[in-house]
């Protein structure tokens, strides 16, 4: 029986491109809510196509929606029984971590670490997005570590800063955190990057 429901959910999971543009999405951003006009724009999809394949996996259970100012927002559900070994698959596709950015993720006052631009392979103002306290000469002795880092375009804010900048919709900083190409990978101020948004 749990054989032949994963087998489903899985065939379900990956039988077209637009679905595996939404599973990408959501999972490597689960913090983040979009609306249908949002992905369609963001992932270059049909409007029809994007509906078909939310109501999809909304049907499976990965993601749910919920009404805000007269729009329908989704947003993956983090207790959906795949939910983890998908988004180790869909990590390990997009970018093997280095151990340059496993050591930043570690600083305890870095709360916010997202790969962009040259490390995604997409256009970008900056390569490296980080939040919290961290010297520019530590960060950059850090990347300095590995040759392929060596050159990456950065940007530190403190965390009040940050906030502050996504509460009054700063284009430099939505660019960057509703690219679904980007990858977040360390994230320690969920909460309150909702809370922003929000405002």
């Known amino acids: ?31 983040q809510e979009y609306f249908i ?9 049909q409007i029809n196509s994007i509906r078909r394949e939310l ?5 499976i259970g990965l993601v749910r929606s919920r009404h805000k100012n007269r729009k329908k927002y989704y947003h993956v559900d983090a207790t959906f029984p795949f939910y983890i070994e998908l988004r180790n698959i869909f990590s390990k596709e997009i970018q093997p971590e280095s151990p340059a950015i ?21 256009e970008s103002k900056v390569d490296l997005l980080v939040v919290g306290t961290i010297k520019k000469e530590v960060l950059e002795a850090l990347l300095s570590q590995e040759p392929t880092l060596k050159n990456v375009k950065y940007s530190i804010f403190s965390e009040a800063d ?15 955190l509703n690219d679904p190409r980007h990858l977040i990978v360390h994230n320690a101020i969920q909460e309150q990057i909702a809370e922003a948004k929000g405002k």
């Open 1 to 31: 029986m749990f054989v032949n429901m994963s087998s489903t959910v899985l065939k379900a999971l990956f039988s077209s491109q637009t679905r595996v543009k939404l599973l990408s999405t959501f999972l490597l951003h689960p913090e």
């Open 55 to 59: 109501e999809n996996l909304r049907r």
């Open 102 to 122: 496993a050591s930043l993720k570690n600083i305890s006052s870095v709360q916010l670490v997202v790969l962009a631009g040259a490390l995604t392979g997409t």
């Open 162 to 176: 940050f906030l502050y900048r996504l509460s009054l919709r700063d284009r430099f900083i939505l660019e960057i």
């Open 37 to 45: 006009r949002e992905l369609t724009r963001l992932l270059g999809e």
